[in-house]
């Protein structure tokens, strides 16, 4: 399957969806799959990421390819794991406030599932492991390294030694190993991005090294995202956990040219009014496309060259050479230039096979709490 087919989008029973709508090509989804495990010479050392997709439906289908263990940003994303088979599930995610009450009840109501968590904070261990001590539970926790997002995580040096140490003493706590994201790479040069992660995780694999010397068990490290994927798969000592992939977005299609994933999920709008004779007006606002970027947050396969000039709740204007060409009602299909955020927006999406509709897959975790 090639990403160049053309039109390959198309929708022949199109005037059955209603817009705004996300759309899902199932195929393209199983084929992205069958590439991450082909990158990752297997699923041992598959954790993929489900923020991206939040659907049971592609549980069903990572978990018919062999993939067992999974990454997940919320709650409710490790409950519907839980629920649709997931032997391991890593909550890459520090619990404070009621959450540790809830992870208690998630632990408590899926026993069959290996839970994991994440720590980079002295007074978080201890309050889980009071809990854990409470419920009479072990909570495994994997230490949180910060190697230069610094967004989350425990800089890489004494201190993370000494915190590391700490959970493998604490009661109701098991050391599980180290977690570490390095979302702040993404160089489209794949050579620069290569060695830019290797000097990012020359300091975790320093730890380990000191904490494995000194006798501490260090049985997972769980590293990295999609950009970086490709090069964590080659390390047989790490657990990658590439999420966008799966979908695939406009962003790393345009950032990543070297690594090689078909857009499986596009977002489906029709042209509700044309103000002028180069813009059109979209029914594509803030709440049907993730807007956190600016422009292009969009990118039309079958209008290339449009440039947004205005975004808002309900609408997105949009200016195209082309505009002339098109009548209020026709349809647009995009590929969003950030996929995660934009699933998050829609309820369900409707799936298309062989240029048809067929079916709906719901978005389940969209939601922050399901039933925990």
């Known amino acids: 399957m090639k990403s160049s087919e053309q039109n390959w989008y198309a929708v022949d029973n199109v005037g059955e969806i209603a ?9 393209r989804v199983e084929e992205n799959l069958r590439r991450i495990v082909s990158i990752a010479g297997g699923t041992d050392r598959l954790r993929p990421h489900i923020k991206t997709h939040k659907m049971p439906a592609i549980m069903e289908l990572q978990l018919r390819l062999g993939i067992s263990k999974f990454k ?21 995610y520090q619990l404070v406030g009621p ?108 730890i380990v090294k000191q904490l494995r010397k000194s006798g501490a068990d260090v049985p997972q490290i769980v590293a990295g995202g999609t950009p970086t994927f490709p090069f964590h798969a080659q390390n047989p000592q790490v657990e990658c956990s590439p999420g966008t992939c799966v979908l695939w977005d406009h962003s790393y299609t345009t950032k990543l040219p070297d690594v090689d994933f078909l857009p499986a999920a596009l977002v489906l709008t029709r042209v509700i009014s044309k103000p002028d004779g180069r813009r059109l007006c979209l029914d594509l606002g803030h709440k049907a496309i993730a807007s956190e970027n600016p ?20 609408h997105l204007v949009v200016e195209s050479d082309r505009a002339a060409e098109l009548a209020v009602g026709d349809v647009l299909y995009g590929v969003p230039w950030h996929i995660c955020p934009t699933v998050a927006l829609h309820s369900s999406a409707t799936l298309v096979r062989n240029r048809k509709t067929d079916g709906v897959w719901k978005t389940t975790a969209r939601e922050r709490v399901l039933s925990i």
């Open 295 to 314: 422009h292009p947050r969009v990118y039309f396969l079958n209008l290339p060259d449009a440039v947004g000039v205005s975004h808002s709740e309900e």
């Open 99 to 206: 959450n540790v009450a809830r992870w208690v009840r998630l632990l408590k109501t899926f026993p069959q599932t290996n839970f994991t968590t994440i720590a980079d904070d002295d007074g978080v261990l201890n309050n889980l492991s009071r809990a854990a001590a409470e419920a009479q539970l072990t909570f495994e926790v994997l230490l949180d390294i910060d190697v230069g997002q610094h967004r989350c995580g425990i800089a890489p040096g004494k201190q993370a030694l000494e915190l590391y140490r700490s959970l493998s003493k604490l009661p109701g706590l098991r050391a599980g190993g180290i977690h570490a994201y390095d979302g702040h790479l993404h160089d489209s040069d794949a050579a620069q991005r290569k060695r830019a992660c290797e000097s990012a995780f020359a300091p975790v694999w320093e």
């Open 19 to 27: 817009s705004p709508g996300l759309l899902i090509y199932p195929d």
């Open 72 to 92: 997940c940003a919320t709650i409710a994303e490790a409950e519907m794991a839980a629920q649709s088979g997931a032997r391991d599930v890593l909550l890459a």
